[in-house]
């Protein structure tokens, strides 16, 4: 296919899960169906892509790799989102993360897929759907790559806001915008807490091992899935209070689906959130370290945070878009 000409640059959010978490994974939703409330939020992976001057493809991420053909490339996602397209030769591509994306659990990897194929769309002169850009991101990540792992991911970076994802049986996902006020929306912008725990771990073990024990773990699954709807319910009722009392449920059944989603330390610092204010929260993404998400009364988001002053804080908000093209050269 012909290459672009013009640079062009995409913004695509990260996200934290709140409830259902795990039922969004094929091995569960082909069977029974999944249910996830999530959202995206306003920390950003924005992907360059420009014309480069020779044949070859190079592309910068935490490593450069220069080379003639998308075949050689080592970074998979770049490689099979180049194929996808059909795009050869005499491309730049260059991602930069406000958040480091490895082990965090804010869904960065999809994040990086869904903003790639965004920019590489827009420099072939094709726009796309949000639809689109999630399902082909579910194919190069889950078919293609096979990283394990569930869909709301791809979804909520493509489709941005707060959202009720249901996973169905055919494959098909419905996308549910969670209906809030505008006093709702800040109460849960205002209640919002992400502490950093200062650990990595691989998503991809935990998953594998959480994916082969599924079958004996099918009631918490249920459950799990049944918080979503409850959660969502909720926060359309701007019952935030209620919302984080269901997080915490659904945390201590997400703790029961495998080893490593949680430990000494991290049910430590979440015992201590909960003692200074913190209605509940959880571990995002798959569990073991990454980032701590709490939802807190917000006159005493002071005395959460003093109380785990050791961590690191990121200030968040829900983010209303998802990827985005905020940049198109001349």
Same mark, same amino acid.
């Given at each position: 296919?012909?290459?672009?000409?013009?640079?062009?640059?995409?913004?695509?959010?990260?996200?934290?899960?709140?409830?259902?978490?795990?039922?969004?994974?094929?091995?569960?939703?082909?069977?029974?169906?999944?249910?996830?409330?999530?959202?995206?939020?306003?920390?950003?992976?924005?992907?360059?892509?420009?014309?480069?001057?020779?044949?070859?493809?190079?592309?910068?991420?935490?490593?450069?790799?220069?080379?003639?053909?998308?075949?050689?490339?080592?970074?998979?996602?770049?490689?099979?989102?180049?194929?996808?397209?059909?795009?050869?030769?005499?491309?730049?591509?260059?991602?930069?993360?406000?958040?480091?994306?490895?082990?965090?659990?804010?869904?960065?990897?999809?994040?990086?897929?869904?903003?790639?194929?965004?920019?590489?769309?827009?420099?072939?002169?094709?726009?796309?759907?949000?639809?689109?850009?999630?399902?082909?991101?579910?194919?190069?990540?889950?078919?293609?790559?096979?990283?394990?792992?569930?869909?709301?991911?791809?979804?909520? /970076?493509?489709? !941005? @806001?707060?959202? &009720? #994802?249901?996973?169905? %049986?055919?494959?098909?996902?419905? *996308?549910?915008?969670? =209906?809030?006020?505008?006093?709702?929306?800040?109460?849960?912008?205002?209640?919002?807490?992400?502490?950093?725990?200062?650990?990595?771990?691989?998503?991809?073990?935990?998953?594998?091992?959480?994916?082969?024990?599924?079958?004996?773990?099918?009631?918490?699954?249920?459950?799990?899935?049944?918080?979503?709807?409850?959660?969502?319910?909720?926060?359309?009722?701007?019952?935030?209070?209620?919302?984080?009392?269901?997080?915490?449920?659904?945390?201590?059944?997400?703790?029961?689906?495998?080893?490593?989603?949680?430990?000494?330390?991290?049910?430590?610092?979440?015992?201590?959130?909960?003692?200074?204010?913190?209605?509940?929260?959880?571990?995002?993404? /798959?569990?073991? !370290? @990454?980032?701590? &998400? #709490?939802?807190?009364? %917000?006159?005493?988001?002071?005395? *959460?945070?003093?109380? =785990?002053?050791?961590?690191?804080?990121?200030?968040?908000?829900?983010?209303?878009?998802?990827?985005?093209?905020?940049?198109?050269?001349?």
């Amino acid at each position: 296919m012909q290459s672009g000409q013009r640079m062009i640059m995409s913004r695509t959010p990260l996200r934290v899960s709140f409830v259902g978490g795990g039922t969004d994974i094929r091995e569960y939703y082909s069977r029974h169906g999944g249910a996830v409330v999530t959202a995206a939020i306003n920390k950003y992976i924005h992907i360059i892509v420009n014309k480069k001057f020779d044949n070859k493809i190079r592309v910068s991420y935490s490593k450069t790799e220069i080379v003639s053909s998308p075949d050689e490339l080592a970074h998979p996602l770049v490689r099979e989102a180049l194929k996808l397209l059909d795009i050869t030769k005499s491309v730049e591509i260059l991602s930069i993360s406000d958040i480091p994306s490895e082990g965090t659990g804010l869904g960065s990897s999809s994040s990086f897929t869904v903003g790639l194929l965004n920019a590489l769309h827009a420099w072939l002169g094709e726009h796309v759907s949000a639809k689109q850009l999630a399902e082909e991101a579910c194919r190069i990540e889950r078919d293609i790559v096979k990283d394990p792992g569930g869909k709301q991911d791809q979804y909520i /970076a493509a489709f !941005g @806001g707060l959202r &009720l #994802l249901e996973f169905l %049986p055919d494959d098909d996902v419905r *996308v549910n915008y969670v =209906l809030m006020g505008d006093g709702g929306r800040h109460l849960l912008d205002d209640s919002l807490m992400l502490m950093y725990t200062g650990l990595t771990r691989s998503s991809s073990n935990i998953l594998k091992e959480q994916i082969a024990g599924m079958n004996d773990k099918l009631e918490y699954y249920s459950a799990i899935k049944d918080l979503a709807y409850s959660c969502f319910r909720k926060m359309e009722d701007s019952d935030i209070r209620e919302a984080g009392r269901l997080l915490d449920e659904g945390w201590e059944m997400k703790k029961k689906l495998g080893n490593g989603i949680s430990n000494e330390f991290i049910d430590g610092i979440y015992r201590r959130a909960k003692s200074a204010g913190a209605y509940g929260g959880k571990i995002t993404g /798959a569990g073991g !370290g @990454g980032f701590l &998400l #709490l939802l807190a009364d %917000p006159e005493k988001r002071k005395s *959460v945070r003093k109380e =785990l002053q050791d961590l690191a804080e990121q200030q968040i908000r829900v983010e209303t878009y998802g990827s985005r093209i905020v940049y198109v050269g001349e």
